[in-house]
């Protein structure tokens, strides 16, 4: 008699088999109209777990992917967990220099090409140095059919040293996604999440942002993102839910959405609330089905936050980063109007601490500093770089995110901003995103950007970008006055440019180098 596989308490692999066991019939997915029961879905996904491990791929083999959002996405992730395989999404927004660096860096065993994309796959790997096998994504792909699989020197070696094959149980400590960071401040990393941070995120989720097997939840992020996995679908689908999955975001499009599906949930950043309030269709537009929403990414502005309260939709803001898995800071609906711009407290099983950034002392009670996050959500290091490869030594010591928060009497955190992000002006710390929020609630701003530029007499002094209101008159002048009046004189920018949108990455964070850079192209130019 052969003996049962036992994987990890922990794995994700375990999901969908339980629940085609408890809820065969009940619809998992439903991409743009084409529906799978949990049934299938785990078929697919134990078909194609088992088809790739007799192709020759062996726990941790990475397969990356170039596709939108989809059916197939998901079977091939839980394919992934229940083989020890590793997903490496790449994000179809970039350019093939950029795909490039990252699949030389991922290593991957496979690649999967979703047929909108095979032309910027084509363009990536003529960059790449070795051969990396191509396959289709889906049922006529390579769940018809998995190529050998390949990879650099290392990892054929790597291949050559796992032993157990298709009989090795998957671990909870075992990579499950590769997510490269959004590079906001630098070269984008890869940051490996095992299964065990995935569970211990969901489960966290749960406790807060509660989903339950009678939602249907808009999935609206970009599945290259964590936010696109651990913040709602995964939970979802662990709890028996339906995820109505889109692949690019279209505001009147998801208002229909959300009354045709009857919608009860979903997720996106600030940008995406404000697209759809702004939308001729959203006054009359049916929400009554939408009873929760969450918001990431950044702060929801005040006004942004009451428009959607009267339309009797409730809103969890929060705080997190991929290192996290993402989620660290939640601030519940009932907290939102009395808390503005804070990012909560922490989630269940998350442990969080301000350090001072110049001395790394602990700050105790009311006081400001880096944030500092353990627990088991915290990510296993970045891939193939020894020096961070410390997930132990992290959940002990703490991750640094690099972020300065405030913690107010109470014990909620409000972050400030990117530590490299403030600038000094005439001896003085300026936060960005603190002048960014008093611009936004300015009638005439619809989205505000604040960088640090170079000044003979202060050293650096504030600039502005800003994205204005059709319709609505303002100057820089105005701008200028209105900043007076709510913040220090050294805070106020000194410089104001219209511009016609922000430069932003995936998760909707400013790309602040991207407009410093422009600051010191137009600077050369004059």
């Known amino acids: 008699m052969t003996t049962p596989r036992r994987d990890g308490l922990h794995t994700l692999g375990r999901w969908t088999t339980d629940r085609a066991t408890s809820t065969p019939e009940r619809v998992a997915i439903d991409d743009r109209g ?86 910027l796959a084509r363009a990536t790997l003529d960059l790449v140095v070795g051969t990396v096998p191509v396959a289709a994504m889906g049922t006529q792909g390579v769940e018809q059919h998995a190529p050998a699989p390949g990879g650099s020197e290392r990892a054929r070696g790597e291949r050559r040293t796992t032993t157990g094959g298709a009989a090795r149980p998957v671990g909870d400590d075992d990579p499950l996604l590769i997510i490269f960071t959004s590079g906001t401040s630098g070269q984008a990393r890869g940051a490996v999440l095992t299964h065990a941070n995935c569970f211990w995120t969901n489960l966290s989720l749960s406790r807060t942002a509660e989903i339950t097997s009678r939602d249907v939840v808009l999935a609206l992020m970009p599945q290259f993102h964590v936010g696109g996995w651990n913040v709602q679908p995964l939970l979802a689908w662990w709890m028996g839910a339906t995820v109505v999955l889109e692949r690019t975001f279209d505001a009147g499009r ?88 804070m990012a909560g407290t922490p989630y269940p099983h998350v442990e969080v601490e301000l ?26 290091g970045y891939f193939r770089e020894p020096e961070h490869e410390r997930a132990e ?62 000044d003979e007499r202060w050293g650096e ?36 440019a219209v511009v016609a949108e922000i430069p932003r990455s995936s998760s909707s964070k400013i790309m602040r180098r991207a407009l410093a850079d422009r600051w010191r192209e137009q600077e050369v130019r004059a």
């Not at 950034?357 to 296993?380: D, I, S």
């Not at 400030?416 to 701003?445: C, M, N, W, Y």
């Not at 209101?469 to 104001?496: I, S």
Request: aromatic share 6%.
């Open 34 to 119: 084409v529906v799978l029961t949990y049934a299938r879905l785990d078929q697919r996904a134990e078909d194609l777990a088992e088809r790739l491990l007799a192709a020759g791929y062996t726990a941790g083999d990475r397969l990356a992917t170039l596709t939108g959002n989809s059916a197939d996405h998901v079977v091939l992730f839980f394919a992934c967990a229940k083989a020890g395989l590793v997903l490496v999404p790449l994000s179809w927004r970039l350019s093939p220099r950029e795909l490039a660096g990252q699949v030389e860096e991922a290593d991957p065993a496979l690649l999967l090409v979703e047929e909108e994309f095979t032309a």
């Open 254 to 341: 998801v208002l229909h959405l959300i009354a045709e599906r009857q919608i009860t949930t979903t997720m996106g950043v600030p940008a995406t609330y404000l697209m759809l309030a702004e939308h001729p269709d959203f006054a009359d537009a049916d929400l009554t089905s939408l009873r929760h929403a969450i918001v990431g990414g950044a702060p929801m502005p005040e006004p942004l936050l009451r428009t959607w309260h009267r339309r009797g939709v409730a809103l969890t803001q929060g705080y997190g980063l991929t290192e996290a898995a993402p989620n660290v800071l939640c601030l519940p609906p009932e907290e939102a109007t009395r808390r503005v711009g």
């Open 393 to 454: 030594q992290e959940r002990r010591r703490g991750l640094h995110t690099g972020d300065l928060a405030t913690r107010d009497a109470d014990g909620y955190y409000r972050i400030v901003d990117r530590i490299k992000d403030i600038f000094i002006t005439g001896g003085e710390s300026v936060a960005p995103a603190e002048v960014e929020q008093v611009l936004l609630a300015h009638a005439a701003v619809a989205d505000a950007a604040v960088v640090g530029v170079p």
């Open 355 to 380: 350090v001072d950034p110049a001395t790394g002392a602990l700050v105790e009670g009311p006081g400001t500093g880096e944030l500092v996050v353990r627990g088991p959500n915290v990510f296993a």
């Open 461 to 496: 002094v504030c600039a502005a970008y800003v994205v204005l209101r059709p319709g609505v008159a303002t100057d820089e002048q105005d701008l200028r006055e209105h900043c007076a009046n709510e913040l220090a004189a050294f805070k106020v920018p000194r410089h104001v």
